[in-house]
């Protein structure tokens, strides 16, 4: 069984907005940096977003910098990726991963991190 279970994806239109939800299984999230990574048809992963365990440190990359957020629920032991005016070059599958460290986010390269989601698509299209 998968340690993270990604959901919320699915087809929006351009402007539109989606929630993806990664919800951890087997781990208490409170204690792991969250990463947020897409990959698009042909192109390689890429880091969109993280934060820290304290919630007080975190990254966006600039294409998603004022459209995306990144939170946690540690009741629902879950973390979000909220998504707002999205474009259609936000298309692609989307990956949750988390990481055991009290060390700020930002350094944390993918190979780094502990587990991972399974993905979900996204699509935006008119």
């Known amino acids: 069984q998968s340690q993270l279970v990604e959901s919320g994806g699915g087809l929006v239109q351009p402007g539109g907005s989606l929630k993806l939800a990664c919800l951890a299984t087997?781990?208490?999230?409170?204690?792991?940096?969250i990463g947020w990574f897409r990959q698009a048809p042909g192109k390689e992963r890429e880091r969109i977003s993280c934060?820290?365990?304290?919630?007080?440190?975190?990254y966006l990359e600039d294409s998603v910098k004022g459209r995306f957020t990144v939170s946690r629920d540690t009741a629902k032991n879950t973390a979000y990726l909220q998504m707002n005016n999205v474009k259609p070059e936000d298309t692609a599958v989307y990956y949750c991963?988390?990481?055991?460290?009290?060390?700020?986010?930002?350094?944390?390269?993918?190979?780094?991190?502990?587990?991972w989601g399974q993905g979900t698509q996204v699509t935006v299209s008119s």
């Open positions: 087997q781990v208490e999230l409170a204690y792991y940096a």
């Open positions: 991963a988390v990481k055991f460290t009290l060390w700020p986010c930002k350094n944390i390269q993918a190979p780094d991190y502990e587990y």
């Open positions: 934060l820290s365990r304290d919630d007080l440190h975190g």
